[in-house]
């Protein structure tokens, strides 16, 4: 067993006893300042205890947005809880960085800070259910975007580091739910950056030390038998861990589905599944998007019934899965968007080389005829009763973290969701599916004060979002000054930096 790689997993000596014999290869990568993220500055109230004999009983002082940290009270604005009826005029009062009491008419403790936000509409954080979070300089992209937490689907000792920064404050940046290292068979699609399994025993050792390790979830990959598969989904339900899955290609969409894993990475075979009777195959790379531009509606139907009967939630990603191909095609109008700054100068060649081999196999029409049967296909799943998440897999190419969300989000609002319900998935039920709804989700007493705060009403126009007034991640308020400097310095940093170009085979899926 290579000892380092479990190292770098955090795997403990009862990790590595259940898990003799299995090779592990592990994507390292830069793990600088994975253990002591550099602090970041950041403006504090006056401790309320030295204020309080000077404080009136009826709270006066209305710092600006900005100054407020760990305890605070935000008054007079528009509160769309997930939790219950929207409040018109309410009031939120957060100690120690967690929501104590919400209502319409609440006393304020004597010396608490008051922020006025009458005239502006607060929800909860949003959740972008599928990332790869590499590092803190990707943080604030999430924050200013009103990104507070994410789920990320690759995991290593340094993701973990970055969700304990976060959450002490070391950086500004989202909370982060992972699962352990994308775990794939004999013919790993990315290497040695990924563990691999080459039996059922090796696969159920896998799972056992990342339980060891801490990890909560799997993420299996694609070239898996199904032997080694199913006793992957086997395992890992003992061992009472969730399963992220891409579908093997040796086993179908209905075979994973059947196993009742918990969620189904970017619609992952699902096109196969919805080929009309005689379909006899497209061409070439233009392949993929043939075969769903001719899906089948009437299985669609059959299909999202399925998914609703086991309960499997679908991550559409709808980002990668098809609209990056509408950026590929003109990525002049792309990078000079407002998201394309963010995007680092080696990066761009990458991304730029990427859309150069997909051009010519490329077409409006094509596109767009696969796109328009992936919207129905997500909105069916949601009339059928089939959970469905919200995420991206940024940073793929033309995905930008956090501006992402956004894209992602009209797409379902494109697919005939409503805001509500938009809403409600990127918040409330994200928390739900991972089972942490006494952590965050809503706005309620108890739960972690993650919350955006917005000019406007999201639930009739959510592009109101794109620019929140302030954002509170784990207590800490960033008002609209400091989210535009965050955004300035990350602007900033791709202007002058190079990250060397990356070749097709990288970390992240596609």
Not at 150 to 167: I, K, M
Not at 235 to 250: D, F, L, N, S, V
Not at 492 to 501: D, G
């Amino acid at each position: 067993m290579n000892r380092i790689s479990a190292a770098l997993l955090g795997i403990s000596a009862l990790a590595l006893a259940a898990c003799d014999g299995v090779e592990w290869h592990i994507f390292q990568g830069d793990d600088e300042g994975a253990a002591g993220p550099e602090k970041v500055a950041s403006q504090k109230t006056a401790d309320v205890e030295d204020e309080t004999e000077e404080v009136p009983a009826s709270p006066a002082r209305k710092p600006a947005l900005g100054e407020a940290e760990g305890t605070f009270a935000l008054t007079g604005a528009r509160l769309l809880t997930m939790a219950g009826d929207p409040i018109a005029r309410g009031t939120i009062l957060i100690e120690d960085g967690r929501i104590s009491a919400v209502g319409a008419d609440l006393d304020i403790p004597r010396g608490m800070p008051v922020i006025d936000a009458g005239g502006l509409t607060i929800i909860p954080g949003l959740v972008d259910m599928h990332v790869h979070h590499f590092g803190e300089a990707e943080g604030p992209l999430y924050i200013a975007n009103g990104v507070t937490t994410v789920r990320n689907l690759w995991g290593t000792v340094q993701t973990v580091s970055l969700d304990r920064g976060a959450a002490d404050g070391d950086y500004p940046g989202p909370r982060v739910y992972t699962p352990g290292p994308l775990t794939d068979g004999p013919e790993p699609v990315w290497g040695d950056q990924s563990l691999v399994v080459t039996s059922p025993e090796m696969m159920r050792g896998a799972v056992r030390a990342q339980k060891a390790a801490g990890f909560t979830a799997v993420k299996l990959y694609e070239t898996m038998t199904p032997e080694i598969y199913r006793a992957g989904v086997a395992e890992a339900k003992a061992q009472g861990m969730k399963i992220y899955t891409h579908t093997p290609r040796a086993m179908t969409v209905e075979e994973v589905i059947a196993l009742e894993v918990d969620s189904l990475e970017h619609l992952e075979d699902v096109h196969n599944a919805l080929l009309p009777d005689g379909y006899e195959g497209g061409d070439g790379r233009r392949d993929y998007l043939q075969r769903w531009a001719a899906a089948d509606e009437d299985k669609m139907r059959d299909l999202a019934r399925k998914f609703a009967e086991k309960g499997v939630a679908n991550s559409a990603t709808l980002e990668v899965s098809i609209n990056r191909y509408r950026d590929m095609m003109d990525t002049e109008r792309f990078f000079e968007s407002e998201q394309g700054a963010y995007v680092a100068k080696g990066i761009r060649d990458w991304w730029q080389g990427s859309a150069d081999r997909s051009r010519p196999w490329l077409t409006p029409e094509l596109v767009n005829a696969a796109r328009d049967k992936q919207l129905r296909f997500v909105k069916i799943l949601h009339d059928e009763g089939a959970p469905v998440l919200i995420g991206t897999d940024t940073p793929n190419p033309f995905i930008v973290q956090g501006f992402s969300l956004h894209d992602e989000m009209a797409s379902f609002r494109d697919a005939g969701f409503t805001e509500e319900e938009i809403l409600d998935i990127a918040t409330r039920k994200a928390a739900a599916f991972l089972d942490a709804s006494e952590e965050f989700g809503q706005i309620r007493e108890g739960l972690r004060a993650d919350l955006v705060i917005v000019e406007g009403d999201p639930l009739a126009d959510l592009s109101v979002l794109r620019k929140p007034a302030g954002v509170i991640a784990g207590g800490r308020l960033y008002d609209r000054a400091a989210l535009d400097d965050m955004l300035a310095e990350a602007r900033a940093a791709a202007e002058n930096s190079y990250v060397e170009t990356v070749d097709e085979e990288t970390p992240t899926e596609e």
